[in-house]
């Protein structure tokens, strides 16, 4: 309908209009709107309990909008560098249609001409490739959906790992935020947020060296499968420990935070030289509702640590004794089957001061065509530094322990490559048929 066919009131959040049968129950499925109220039944604001526009103002909690943005909005201060959290896309839909697009691709596979492995290989790559691109298109149409509701362009936002973005906005476009559906926790001050590479240190290894794969969504109807703990154990070889001083720029807040005012504060941290680490590692693995490998995250103590797939018990042992002598690494990881099994084998660190962590993908000849998420409980003694660099190495194995190439592609493109090769140098050309292609 046109906004012209609508009254909007300008002290209060409400809207009169008339709706057809499908605009009424369109309205009403809407998470912004909070109630439909028939005009006959309504009388004034405050006898339906609506608060006015500048009620987020008056009376705005400390958890949605933070004491120090608040005092500058209250200063008259009207363009705030702040950052805020939003709620990551919903997977479901996507999820759905890799897997119908998945089986549709599968059944196109002439099986005259691919063995089952390169059917299941090829079609695991393809759900892989699809997944990326459709989690990639609805997480840029989120972003622009929150752009455009504050009134802003994409281009002015720095979007941080998953769900951060950091812009300058207006007492007014902070306040929409706070009303917002997709806000997840609160808005604060930019400089009260401060990430690792704010004080150049890298807590996780960039992208580009972390070796995982974007994994297919892919749902069963088989019964649920609950989540299984494992526990393993390695011990640190006789290596020499040295201590380093390193001075940052501290608050005592619940986030990393920092300003350039204030005080700083020096403290010790332990660096291992290169060899084995002990560690001691609970896993759980079940189904998620958001199947993407995340980089490891460090934890100092519980009280933002997530529960994964393990058991009340286990989480409990998390406690202020245990961050006494030791630090977490949690890592959640994908397969694009449940029938594979991750293990962490070692947790190493090389001579460059790199931590790595091997983690074992098992992969059994038959596969089932459901999603699995692992989380990763790895408990490390506490000198592991607050700028250690920490890389996930993935490795693939079959049934029997075997490692599997790690190149992602099948036996049998490796033997087409390596017969090209001969075969361009000899004059020939070779070529490989399939339904209505040729390569």
Same mark, same amino acid.
């Given at each position: ?23 009424? %129950? ?9 109630? *439909? ?9 405050? #006898?339906? &309990?609506? +608060? ?5 103002? +008056? @009376? ?11 005092? +500058?909005?209250?200063?008259?201060? +009207? ?13 479901? #839909? ?14 196109? $596979? ?46 002015? *936002? ?9 812009? /300058? ?19 604060? $001050? ?17 992208? #580009? ?30 290596? @020499?420990?040295?201590?380093?001083? /390193? ?27 290169? &060899?084995?680490?002990?560690? =001691?590692?609970? @896993?759980? =693995? ?20 997530? %529960? ?29 089957? &449940? ?9 190493? *660190?090389?001579? @460059? ?13 038959? %596969? ?72």
């Amino acid at each position: 309908m046109e906004k012209e066919n609508c009254t909007f009131d300008s002290v209060y959040p409400v809207v009169q209009c008339s709706l057809t049968e499908e605009q009424l %129950q369109a309205a009403e499925s809407m998470a912004s709107v909070a109630r *439909v109220i028939p005009l006959d039944a309504w009388t004034t604001p405050e #006898d339906a &309990g609506v +608060q006015p526009f500048d009620y987020i103002a +008056q @009376s705005v909690p400390s958890s949605v909008i933070s004491d120090k943005l608040m005092a +500058q909005i209250n200063a008259g201060k +009207q363009a705030i560098e702040v950052t805020m959290l939003y709620k990551d896309i919903d997977l479901s #839909d996507i999820i759905e249609e890799v897997r119908q697009k998945g089986e549709a691709y599968e059944n196109s $596979l002439d099986s005259n001409i691919y063995t089952p492995d390169e059917i299941n290989e090829m079609t695991g790559a393809y759900k892989e490739k699809l997944n990326a691109e459709l989690v990639a298109a609805a997480t840029a149409a989120r972003q622009k959906e929150i752009c455009d509701s504050l009134g802003i362009a994409v281009e002015d *936002v720095t979007f941080v790992g998953i769900t951060r973005m950091i812009c /300058t906005l207006t007492p007014e476009q902070i306040h929409k935020a706070a009303e917002s559906d997709w806000l997840y926790k609160g808005i604060t $001050l930019r400089e009260e947020f401060v990430s690792s590479d704010d004080l150049g240190l890298v807590t996780t290894a960039p992208a #580009d060296e972390i070796t995982t794969t974007e994994t297919s969504a892919v749902t069963t109807a088989s019964s649920t499968e609950k989540p299984t703990v494992t526990t393993t154990e390695t011990f640190l070889t006789e290596e @020499s420990v040295t201590t380093t001083e /390193t001075t940052v720029t501290i608050t005592t807040t619940t986030t990393a935070e920092t300003t350039a005012t204030e005080t700083t504060t020096t403290t010790t941290e332990t660096a291992v030289s290169s &060899g084995n680490i002990e560690f =001691h590692v609970v @896993s759980g =693995h079940g189904w998620d509702t958001d199947y993407r490998n995340e980089s490891p995250a460090v934890y100092r103590d519980a009280e933002n640590l997530p %529960q994964s797939f393990i058991s009340d018990e286990d989480y409990a042992k998390y406690d202020t004794a245990f961050f006494e002598n030791h630090a977490l690494i949690y890592l959640k990881l994908a397969e694009p089957s &449940g029938s594979i099994t991750e293990t962490v084998k070692s947790v190493t *660190v090389d001579e @460059s001061g790199t931590w790595h962590i091997t983690v074992e993908s098992r992969i059994p000849d038959n %596969q089932t065509a459901d999603m699995m998420a692992w989380a990763h409980y790895i408990a490390v003694p506490s000198t592991l530094p607050d700028d250690a660099k920490i890389i996930v190495d993935r490795v693939k194995t079959d049934a029997d322990g075997n490692q599997l190439p790690q190149t992602g592609y099948s036996n049998f493109y490796k033997t087409i490559v390596e017969l090209a090769a001969l075969m361009v140098a000899g004059g020939v050309t070779l070529v490989v048929k399939y339904k209505k292609e040729s390569k």
